[in-house]
């Protein structure tokens, strides 16, 4: 974006016209001034609320309002690559109308005037959520909504972009709270802004019933397993990955690790009478109104726990945030009544992820994560595959003398429980074998 030098982001004010093909319709939760056919006047507004006000548009659109007149609006703007795949089923929608209502139950006030959940759904674009004060550019491929199996798989990210209007956008990290597009950013607290909404995602997708209890539990466990199997986290500590998230971003399921063990943590200080949501009401909760910006400091973390359970919670951060250990805190889940088991039978949901991901998942096992088409993505350090030597970039041809599938390997690593022969793998890697 192209603006004057010097000042605020907040300082300047812009008429916006957007001009769209005869025929589509569009989204956005930029103000609108008049609406003539092709042409879109918008009521001007400042360039940070401008750049925070994205648009989708398209021949194939669908509106889907999710609060009643007389409330604050909360609409699905659907735009696809078919007529065919703007068809969210009845069950999806009222899923999606108790998120509305489970957020505000969580955090007590909103702080938009509207919002727009602005979902693509093509496979012409890159698929991906990013977050704003009043709407959410949520991005899926074109079937999401009428393959069953991709649709299982959807849920998680509308709650948790739509989590990123309180927590990201509303209180924001004060080295995140710059106040034009040129100042630097400092990104010590990412592991709230991401972790905190990652897991309260993850949370309020259960509460509105867009997944089902037992898928939740097998998210849950598949998330559990990730981490426990990190060899990562044995040398490099969880504030790392956020002090370095401009140069490699992809450590959000590491920052929400332990928001579990301290709702449960709370639970028990309190006998039951507090947890995680009366932090979330205190810290993000306030009165409701327009947008803007509350900054907060690692302090302020601290300070708002100890109002809601008095503990050391400084000590309880630091230790997760600083520290190395072979194994991730899972004391949310053995805490709270569970434990995370290995079987030889994998889940239906992570089936399910096989599928629609075209690979097969032996990360749990021999330490692999191969393409369909048998290249090998991922290699778990200390487990069997990289032992051997196997690598990232070779391809997997054969198991046991047999032409490598996804059944061919797990079939034959099943066997290893009861036979003495080892497992052998015919890997490619360049022109050798």
Known sequence: VLY????????????????????????????????????????????????????AAGQYFRRI???????????????????????MPEDMIAGYQRLVAEAGALFGAEHFQRYHFLYTLSDRVAHFGLEHH?????????????????????????????????????????????PDYQAPMKTELLWVYEGLTQYLGFVLNGRSRLSSPEDWRQNLAQV??????????????????????????????????????????IRQLTSGRRSLDDFC???????????????????????????????????????RLESTAAH??????TNGGWRLAFGDTAQALYKTGERVRKVADERYTIGLLLQESGAITDVVQGLP??????????????VNGRAWSRDVMREAIRATRTR??????????????
């Open 65 to 87: 309002p999710l609060t009643p007149e007389g409330t604050t609006p909360h609409i699905i703007d659907l735009v696809a690559d078919s007529p065919e795949a703007l068809e």
């Open 224 to 265: 559990a397993a990730y981490l426990d199997q990190r060899p990562g986290r044995t040398w490099r500590p969880l504030i790392d990955t956020a002090v370095a998230a401009q140069l490699l971003y992809n450590a959000s399921e590491e920052w929400q690790e332990w928001r579990l063990e301290a709702d449960v943590l």
């Open 134 to 178: 009043e709407s959410s550019d949520d991005r899926q491929a074109e079937r999401t909504l009428i393959d069953p199996d991709r649709r299982r798989l959807s849920t998680g990210l509308l709650p948790h972009e739509y989590v990123h209007s309180w927590n990201g956008k509303y209180r924001r990290p004060a080295g995140l709270a710059t």
């Open 4 to 55: 004057p030098a010097g000042g605020p982001s907040d300082a300047w004010t812009y008429s916006v016209r957007l001009r769209l093909p005869s025929g589509w319709s569009f989204g956005t939760a930029l103000p609108v001034a008049q609406n003539a056919g092709d042409r879109i006047d918008f009521i001007p507004v400042t360039l940070t609320k401008l750049v925070d006000s994205p648009v």
């Open 328 to 333: 991730a805190p899972l004391g949310g889940i």
């Open 420 to 433: 003495s022969q080892p497992l052998e793998l015919l890997v490619e890697n360049g022109d050798s074998f």
């Open 385 to 398: 595959a990289a032992r051997a030597g196997v690598a990232p970039g070779m391809k997997l041809v054969a």
């Open 281 to 319: 009401r205190r810290f993000h909760g306030g009165e409701s109104g327009p947008p803007k910006v509350v900054p907060y400091t690692f302090d302020d973390v601290v300070g708002t726990l100890g109002d809601v359970a008095p503990y050391d919670w400084r000590g309880f951060l630091t230790s």
